[in-house]
């Protein structure tokens, strides 16, 4: 990627990128969703979407970490959204705090993105905002907050994202 003023935007799977396939199936991580999203929403910023991995973020280890990093560090873009499950994402924002001089915005879905009540949009939205208007950092953009990466935690029960 040569350097200009587009956003790139780093996939790895996650919900946001989930699909049901049939009532015998279980959800499968797919092509990621994120360039109709963008499309929908009439997006006019320019960005590039590059696929580091296709999992669910349980699944995601270290080398995939170590590649989401490469990628972040190696990139001639100064502004960064990451699409990521939720179940790990503050350990890949972890992993992404010694990326210095961008900023690192990481957000996800908790239903698929191709669900109609899905939250996906509005945090892929969110992010990209974001991404454009915060200083370097790593931030973690969920349930209409922007938080510092370094000060958040999954509250499983609430089915959100909170302050620790």
């Known amino acids: 990627m040569t350097a200009s003023d587009a956003i790139l935007i780093l996939t790895t799977g996650g919900t946001i990128d989930k699909q049901y396939f049939d009532a015998l199936s279980e959800y499968q991580v797919v092509d990621t969703a994120v360039a109709r999203l963008l499309e929908v929403a009439r997006?006019?910023?320019?960005?590039?979407?590059?696929?580091?991995?296709?999992?669910?973020?349980?699944?995601?280890?270290?080398?995939?970490?170590?590649?989401?990093?490469?990628?972040?560090?190696?990139?001639?873009?100064?502004?960064?959204?990451?699409?990521?499950?939720?179940?790990?994402?503050?350990?890949?924002?972890?992993a992404l705090a010694q990326v210095t001089g961008k900023t690192i915005v990481m957000t996800g879905a908790l239903t698929p993105a191709r669900f109609s009540e899905s939250d996906a949009a509005f945090n892929l939205g969110m992010a990209?905002?974001?991404?454009?208007?915060?200083?370097?950092?790593?931030?973690?953009?969920?349930?209409?907050?922007?938080?510092?990466?370094?000060?958040?935690?999954?509250?499983?029960?609430?089915?959100?994202?909170?302050p620790k």
């Open 128 to 162: 990209f905002a974001t991404a454009q208007v915060a200083p370097p950092g790593v931030y973690i953009v969920m349930n209409g907050t922007v938080f510092d990466a370094a000060h958040v935690v999954k509250d499983r029960a609430r089915g959100a994202f909170v």
């Open 43 to 94: 997006v006019t910023k320019k960005f590039e979407i590059a696929e580091i991995v296709r999992k669910d973020s349980i699944d995601l280890d270290d080398t995939d970490r170590a590649a989401l990093v490469a990628a972040a560090r190696d990139a001639a873009a100064t502004r960064i959204v990451v699409t990521h499950g939720t179940d790990t994402m503050t350990e890949s924002a972890a």
